[in-house]
Nanobody
Framework: QVQLVESGGGLVQPGGSLRLSCAASGSIFSLYDMGWYRQAPGKQRELVARITSGGSTNYADSVKGRFTISRDNAQNTVTLQMNNLKSAHTAVYYC?????????WGQGTQVTVSS
């Protein structure tokens, strides 16, 4: 069992930056592939970025060059650095953890990009 708690969301102006964090507890964090997803109002949840247990990353095309995912296995955290934000990035951002067929979600953190 893994518990995930996201933080760092909020209101930011277009062009601004936010850094989301996901704190994991309850299992061996380093074994898990971690990801960030987002869900905008009226839309399906979609992948933003993933990082494997080995540190390999992949990103949605829409965020390449803007967002960076990283992990700290010593602190059991995964972060998403988001730069040059646009209104289209407004959504609830969720952290997930996957390993051995099991997957877990956090409760989400709201990101609103607006002037």
């Amino acid at each position: 069992q893994v518990q995930l708690v996201e933080s760092g969301g909020g209101l930011v102006q277009p062009g601004g930056s936010l850094r989301l964090s996901c704190a994991a507890s309850g299992s061996i964090f380093s074994l898990y592939d971690m990801g960030w997803y987002r869900q905008a109002p009226g839309k399906q949840r979609e992948l933003v970025a993933r990082i494997t247990s080995g540190g390999s990353t992949n990103y949605a095309d829409s965020v390449k060059g803007r967002f960076t995912i990283s992990r700290d296995n010593a602190q059991n955290t995964v972060t998403l650095q988001m730069n040059n934000l646009k209104s289209a990035h407004t959504a609830v951002y969720y952290c997930d953890a996957r390993h051995g067929g099991a997957y877990y979600w956090g409760q989400g953190t709201q990101v609103t990009v607006s002037s």
